[in-house]
């Protein structure tokens, strides 16, 4: 099989939070000029893009989005696909953008990923997101996508001995780094007794082991490696791109303390990439709740299934630590505007391949990162492995 | 409110809601909930039909729901839960009139027929099965 190697030339993102300032116009505007001003690309033809945003119907009413988007950043005539993965919409965009480089199809690809969640109220909002789940038999019976990951956590709980000071743990850390993340959020400390207090939503997860709604967008722009050298000196390179799918409803698998979809697209990504999970430096997991980030930290290979709440509360996933995860802040601390956090996680890794990342967040010498990204709960995952391509 | 109210939708899932009906495969023995026309284990091989289950079963995890989603408020808190069937196959339904205390995973279950939600005062009632500690 012949494929082309493909770089990250650009990267950009805005600030995640509640824009009520911004539209989604101006947002994907904003992050996409911000990938295509880092990528150097004066004078270069932009030759397709793709995007992701998982409920733009639901929550601004507008769907054919990546029409809008190629209008509103003045891209026309190129083509302009969307790709929908519920949470993963992102990471399944920047996959898609990615096949479209390697196999030669296209030279300079922007990926963008977008969501603008303020604009109704919020539980308008979780009814959309409700969407990743089975309507039909989950949603319909009362289940929340809290009450869903809560399911995950008591089964988690009764299985390995997860505490919630462990659960607790994993928005403390990723509240930590969100602090240090202009982009963030959440730019503030909280304590394990501020998680374990806070307002319960669905026992045993409370608001603060829940991602927020927040507005955003991040993009990234793909070249194929030998040409990126051109505009960059500091290529980031795609090694592995997965992607596999489990079903839709929580209780249709025979475990719920294990993605599968996460084990497969890991598994096939460090196959790929020809690395292993230890060689890893810098991982941004799919945090939309602290359970999710113990379950990823396992599956993905990180930790033993079972010891991922006591790594976490050990401090071993913290900044700079046995392997840094999240330092971002994660869907928890940095926010989670949904079609854009698998294009955030790419932006932020590629910030600390190339040795960027602001206000002491860096990774001390990274050169390999991981994204991994989770579409409702866990019904798509997909993971990407890049190195520093100098 | 929740997606998947249509009158016709409705109308149309009421045999699966009501009694409890779901798809057993011949050629693997294998039972699931919903109904499903491919075998995900036998695929073009499997020999699926239509099985209604018996309603007795246990909890597999659980869940106190104290922020319900638009159509349910009334009811919060309740307690949501994944109950695994003795056939083998698991769904996912609110545990009701229990003392939240005896909720364990394991803690024997049996079906209910009960009201899920209703379309404001003058719209569809929707009904379907709950469980309660048995």
Same mark, same amino acid.
């Given at each position: ?390 | ?49 239509? $099985? *209604? ?5 246990? @909890? /597999? ?12 408020? #009334? ?25 939240? $205390? *005896? ?5 024997? @279950? /049996? ?12 719209? #569809? ?10």
């Amino acid at each position: 099989m012949f494929m082309r190697r493909v770089a990250i030339v650009g990267v950009g993102m805005t600030e995640f939070g509640e824009h009520w300032e911004l539209g989604f116009r101006e947002l994907i505007a904003q992050a996409g000029v911000r990938a295509i001003e880092d990528a150097k690309l004066q004078g270069v033809k932009i030759d397709a893009l793709y995007g992701g945003t998982m409920a733009a119907g639901r929550l601004i009413g507008q769907e054919h989005i990546t029409a809008l988007i190629a209008d509103y950043m003045g891209l026309n005539p190129i083509p302009a696909t969307r790709v929908e993965a519920a949470c993963a919409s992102g990471g399944a965009a920047l996959r898609t953008g990615y096949l479209a480089v390697a196999s030669g199809m296209h030279d300079v690809v922007v990926v963008g990923g977008a969501e603008k969640m303020t604009d109704v109220p919020a539980g308008d909002a979780a009814v959309a997101l409700g969407g990743a789940g089975d309507q039909e038999w989950e949603l319909f019976m009362g289940a929340t996508f809290p009450a869903l990951y809560a399911l995950i956590a008591r089964r988690h709980m009764h299985e390995y001995g997860t505490t919630r000071e462990m659960m607790a743990s994993v928005a403390v850390k990723n509240h930590a780094n969100a602090a240090k993340n202009p982009y963030a959020h959440f730019r503030k400390e909280i304590s394990i007794e501020d998680v374990l207090g806070a307002k319960m939503i669905s026992e045993p997860l409370t608001m603060f082991d829940c991602s927020p709604i927040s507005d955003g967008a991040a993009a990234v722009v793909l070249m194929p490696l030998e040409k990126a050298k051109e505009h960059t000196d500091m290529p980031v390179e795609i090694l592995a791109s997965m992607q596999a799918s489990d079903t839709l409803a929580l209780h249709s698998r025979k475990s719920l303390t294990e993605m599968r979809a996460t084990k497969v697209a890991a598994k096939r990504a460090f196959e790929m990439a020809k690395v292993a999970p230890g060689d890893i430096d810098v991982c941004e997991v799919h945090d939309c709740f602290t359970i999710a980030e113990i379950l990823a930290i396992e599956d993905i290979g990180f930790f033993e299934k079972g010891k991922g709440g006591k790594a976490s509360l050990d401090g071993e996933t913290a900044l700079n630590s046995k392997i840094s995860i999240n330092t971002s802040g994660g869907l928890k601390g940095c926010g989670h505007p949904v079609g854009a956090t698998g294009v955030k996680q790419a932006v932020e890794v590629t910030w600390q391949l190339r040795g960027e990342a602001q206000n002491n967040r860096q990774v001390k010498g990274a050169e390999i990162g991981m994204t991994h990204n989770v579409g409702g709960s866990g019904a798509t995952c997909v993971t990407h492995i890049m190195k520093r391509g100098d | 409110m929740t997606e998947g109210h249509g009158l016709a939708l409705t109308w149309r899932k009421i045999p699966e809601r009501y009694n409890l009906i779901g798809s057993h495969c011949d050629n693997c023995g294998e039972n699931f909930f919903p109904i499903r026309h491919i075998c995900p284990n036998c695929r073009r091989k499997g020999r699926m039909k239509n $099985s *209604r289950f018996s309603g007795k079963g246990e @909890v /597999y995890s659980y869940t106190m729901v104290y922020s319900p989603p638009t159509g349910f408020e #009334l009811e919060a808190p309740y307690v949501m839960a994944i109950i695994q069937l003795e056939e083998g196959a698991k769904v996912t339904a609110q545990l009701v009139d229990g003392d939240y $205390s *005896r909720v364990k995973i394991g803690a024997p @279950v /049996y079906m209910v027929f009960r009201k899920i939600q209703e379309e404001g005062k003058e719209g #569809l009632i929707h009904y379907g099965f709950k469980f309660k500690l048995g």
